[in-house]
């Protein structure tokens, strides 16, 4: 069992910044990949980036230049680096994990970008 807990989102007007904070539970050991998804209010779940334990990252062309992923110094956190925030990034941000095989899914946190 893996529990994510995420930090870091709240109310930016647009072309500022936000950095999102994930932490896994304390008792995983290996996490095969943790990273970011964001739901809009009526639309899907989107991927905005992954990385892998070896540090490999998935990210869509959409998602490049302006959301950055990178592993925390401490083990089973990742950060997602956010820069020139728009409006249509406003979103709930939830923290995604791999780990044996399933998939673990944080509560999410809010992110809205002001006009």
């Known amino acids: 069992q893996v529990q994510l807990v995420e930090s870091g989102g709240g109310l930016v007007q647009a072309g500022g910044s936000l950095r999102l904070v994930c932490a896994a539970s304390?008792?995983?050991?290996?996490?095969?990949?943790m990273g970011w998804y964001r739901q809009a209010p009526g639309k899907q779940r989107e991927l905005v980036a992954l990385?892998?334990?070896?540090?490999?990252?998935t990210q869509p062309d959409s998602m490049k230049g302006r959301f950055t992923i990178t592993r925390g110094n401490v083990k089973g956190t990742v950060l997602l680096y956010m820069v020139n925030l728009k409006p249509e990034d406003t979103a709930v941000y939830y923290c995604?994990?791999?780990?044996?095989?399933?998939?673990?899914w944080g509560k999410g946190t809010l992110v809205t970008v002001s006009s």
């Open positions: 304390e008792r995983v050991a290996t996490i095969q990949h």
């Open positions: 990385v892998t334990h070896d540090g490999d990252i």
């Open positions: 995604n994990a791999n780990y044996r095989g399933l998939e673990y």
